[in-house]
């Protein structure tokens, strides 16, 4: 039996020490590299559907961009005028049709309001304005 020194008969060696330290450090950062390497891929994936989405909006954009020169043209604008707003150019004959249905659009055609007759018209050319005013709000009594 040979006699230890006090420095053998320790638990850990001081070499074992760092030894068991330097493992421990190097599971740690290596399961924090894990980390940042699964956070980076997540975020690759997000950029992907990102500049997917940023795609389809610039399609969009110039789908838009293209109809609002094409509504500027001076055709569109007059069908626009014509059309929806029914507006005629000078020397134009208009042509209101009364009754039945309107062929362009499939509705019944509006009347042409009646012209008033003699009997209708007042002459409220001479009275002032306070007094057609008072007139119209007592019911003409």
């Known amino acids: 039996m040979t006699r230890q020194s006090i420095a053998q008969k320790q638990l850990l060696t001081l070499r074992q ?38 795609a389809e909006v610039e399609v969009e954009r110039t789908q838009i961009d293209r109809a609002f020169d ?23 004959e208009v ?5 039945g249905i309107d062929d362009a659009a499939g509705e019944p055609a509006r009347l042409a309001a009646p012209s008033p007759s003699e009997d209708d018209v007042r002459t409220d050319d001479k009275q002032p304005n306070w007094r057609l005013w008072l007139d119209m709000l007592t019911d003409g009594e």
């Open 17 to 54: 020490a760092i030894i068991i330290i330097s493992i421990i450090a190097l599971l740690f950062f290596a399961f924090k590299y894990g980390q940042n390497v699964l956070r980076y891929r997540k975020l690759q994936a997000e950029s992907a559907v990102m500049d997917a989405h940023i």
């Open 70 to 92: 094409e509504s500027l043209s001076p055709a569109n604008v007059e069908e626009f005028v014509r059309g929806i707003l029914g507006w005629v150019r000078p020397g134009d």
């Open 95 to 99: 042509v209101v049709p009364v009754g």
